[in-house]
């Protein structure tokens, strides 16, 4: 049996963060970093518009005060503040740190780190690398793994977490280049497996936002956290759903309807295309409903609206938003220094997840933690971001929170054990599973089970929902995840089946979406990301708590948590 001190799943930004944390303070420590993915070809890579931190190198009056306001109300409220305040305390040293670790961030003439603004912070703090920040941050990450000594295992699957009487024990992993299963066993573990975007069939996730940490989490019988809130980013390009980064309107970019109306005016006065998410999401969803959408003949009724970069002149878009202009003439023919480009909401990001403390230690209950198990980065819940994530606070959380659970495993280490472990139970049923998947000779092919369960979630658990769509949802995807159990291979091979992995894949899809189906049916308000037109206001009476979803083959229960407030009273947001 392989085995390390700590196995850490993900090579993300939260993932390598860990893995280098521990390592700096426990120098002699096995740490092992696995991902499906090559690590730099994690989801981060794809960050574009940059990473809060109150350095206050282009406005002085700004303050992690201020930062953590801004999160807490961005949250509609529901944020945990104690955790708040240590990403919004933490955040200037652990972006200096990047900075010192080597990555190549913007600089203002005088040679600081440049601050842009982004939606819903009330002052310039998002640091960048022009729009490609993930790909500076990640590389320089990985780099040091390789510094410090750790093992990488690069695409090796992990198909499920080893937990048994309430102890992380190990994974077992398949490696996808040979089809060979093995069991790695640790001290602790730790998940960092980011997102699952492909819930939906309009994303700016990766091929590998499947949400497989969320699911191996809930198939351990350990809750999941505010599944509800999905973030749906107001521009995702028509018709891929690919990002166009919050950048550009942080450059001064315009959103206008058919008509050419800036029409944000209606729905957020003060802050306009600079408004949360949440907020901006609805109201390209409002417009489009309402006729003022536009065709690509460029007629109304259509089922888009234009971001308007024009008058920024090509030499501010080329210096500062490079890519998202090379995205959208590479994928919609648009040069947006002379057109507009075509944009529509996409779902974008994960406010819930696996629930952890602030040492990153998994919650197998309201008031229970999990032994030797940590969570960081989009699969985990330290609810930094309630109801609604302000951008750039994600690629920070990542960073901060990667930084504290690593903190913590080291603090940890010299009392947790190496476990014993059924080895051969558990080679028995991977091999079991894999082998039943290769040998199905009957059955619908994995595309199409995939694709009805994406539209099903695009359709009824989208920007806005009510009972009766999301039951009528509830009652299909029921059908979609029998049909999940029951798809068969085309490729039946060893060798890179990467099929298979889809296989497995679809089965964490399944998971994800009746955690979020099931809590949002159950949250009867409106709040954040969670838009209910039949419940229109937020309900802090009956609401103002944390949703934790048990998943079982037999169906998701539902209870709750309370709410760390602290700071900032809940009250009624305006932008
Ligand atoms: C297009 C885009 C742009 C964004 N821009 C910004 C931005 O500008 N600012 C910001 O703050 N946020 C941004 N975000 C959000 C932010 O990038 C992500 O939330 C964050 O990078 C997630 O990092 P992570 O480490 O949690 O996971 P990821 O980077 O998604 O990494 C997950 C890792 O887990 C591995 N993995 C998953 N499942 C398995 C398995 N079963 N077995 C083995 N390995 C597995 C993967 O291979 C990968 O290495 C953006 C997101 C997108 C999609």
Redesign the pocket.
């Known amino acids: 049996m392989l085995e390390h001190d700590v196995i850490i799943?993900?090579?993300?930004?939260?993932?390598?963060?860990a893995a280098v944390e521990i390592a700096r303070s426990q120098p002699d420590a096995k740490i092992a970093?696995?991902?499906?993915?090559?690590?730099i070809?994690?989801?981060?890579?794809?960050?574009?518009?940059?990473?809060?931190a109150t350095l206050k190198n282009v406005d002085d009056t700004d303050s992690w005060e201020a930062h953590a306001f801004d999160t807490v109300k961005g949250s509609d409220y529901l944020a945990d503040q104690d955790a708040v305040a240590l990403l919004t305390q933490e955040a200037p040293n652990v972006v200096i740190d990047l900075e010192h670790m080597g990555v190549l961030f913007s600089r203002l003439d005088d040679g600081r780190i440049a601050q842009r603004a982004f939606g819903g912070h009330s002052h310039r703090r998002?640091c960048?690398a022009a729009?490609k920040?993930?790909h500076a941050i990640?590389h320089e990450l990985v780099n040091n793994l390789k510094r410090y000594g750790v093992t990488v295992y690069e695409e090796?699957?992990?198909?499920r977490t080893i937990v048994e009487g309430g102890t992380a024990k190990g994974i077992v992993?398949y490696h996808i280049e040979t089809g060979e299963i093995k069991v790695i066993r640790a001290r602790a573990v730790m998940l960092?497996?980011?997102?699952y975007?492909r819930v939906f069939n309009t994303?700016?996730?990766?091929y590998?936002?499947?949400?497989?940490?969320l699911a191996?989490a809930a198939q351990c019988g350990l809750p999941l956290e505010d599944m509800e809130f999905v973030q749906f980013?107001p521009t995702g390009l028509y018709p891929a759903g690919?990002?166009i980064?919050?950048?550009v309107r942080g450059e001064g970019a315009y959103l206008r309807n058919v008509h050419g109306d800036r029409f944000m005016e209606t729905y957020a006065p003060n802050q306009m295309e600079l408004a949360p998410r949440d907020i901006t999401s609805r109201a390209i969803t409002l417009e489009v409903r309402a006729g003022r959408g536009v065709k690509l003949d460029g007629s109304a009724g259509g089922p888009f609206v234009h971001l308007d970069l024009r008058h920024l002149g090509r030499e501010k878009i080329m210096e500062r938003v490079p890519f998202c202009w090379e995205e959208a003439h590479r994928l919609a023919g648009v040069d947006a220094a002379e057109e507009p480009m075509p944009v529509r909401p996409t779902a974008?990001?994960?406010m819930g997840g696996i629930p952890v403390n602030t040492r990153g230690q998994v919650r197998s209950s309201a008031d229970g933690l999990t032994h030797a198990l940590y969570a960081?980065?989009?699969?985990?819940c330290v609810s930094v971001h309630g109801a609604n994530?302000l951008?750039?606070?994600?690629?920070?959380?990542?960073v901060v929170y990667?930084k504290l659970t690593g903190q913590a495993i080291a603090e940890d280490l010299p009392t947790l054990k190496q476990p014993d472990i059924d080895e051969a139970k558990y080679l028995r049923e991977a091999n079991v599973r894999v082998q039943a998947l290769l040998d199905r000779r009957d059955g619908e092919r994995i595309d199409a089970v995939r694709q009805d369960l994406q539209d099903c979630m695009s359709e009824h658990c989208s920007v806005f929902r009510t009972d009766e769509v999301m039951r009528e949802g509830l009652t299909k995807l029921n059908a979609i995840c029998d049909r999940a159990g029951r798809t068969v291979l085309g490729d039946r091979g060893k060798l890179w089946n990467t099929e298979l992995i889809e296989a497995?894949?679809i089965e964490?899809l399944t998971v994800v979406a009746q955690t979020i189906l099931h809590s949002a049916l159950q949250r009867q308000e409106s709040r954040g990301a969670h838009s209910r037109e039949d419940f229109p206001t937020r309900d802090d009476g009956k609401f103002l708590k944390h949703t934790l979803a048990y998943y079982s083959p037999a169906g998701v229960e539902i209870t709750h948590m309370p709410v760390a407030l602290g700071m900032f009273e809940p009250k009624e947001r305006k932008y």
């Not at 993900?10 to 963060?17: D, E």
């Not at 970093?33 to 690590?39: G, L, M, N």
């Not at 090796?156 to 198909?159: A, G, H, L, R, S």
């Open positions: 799943v993900g090579g993300g930004l939260a993932g390598t963060r970093v696995i991902a499906k993915t090559h690590p070809r994690s989801h981060s890579v794809a960050a574009q518009g940059g990473i809060a998002t960048y729009d920040t993930g990640l090796w699957y992990v198909m992993v960092a497996t980011g997102g975007g994303t700016s996730n990766d590998a936002s499947t949400g497989d940490g191996m980013h690919v990002l980064s919050e950048a974008h990001y994960s960081a980065g989009e699969c985990a994530r951008g750039s606070n994600s690629l920070l959380e990542c990667g497995m894949e964490s």
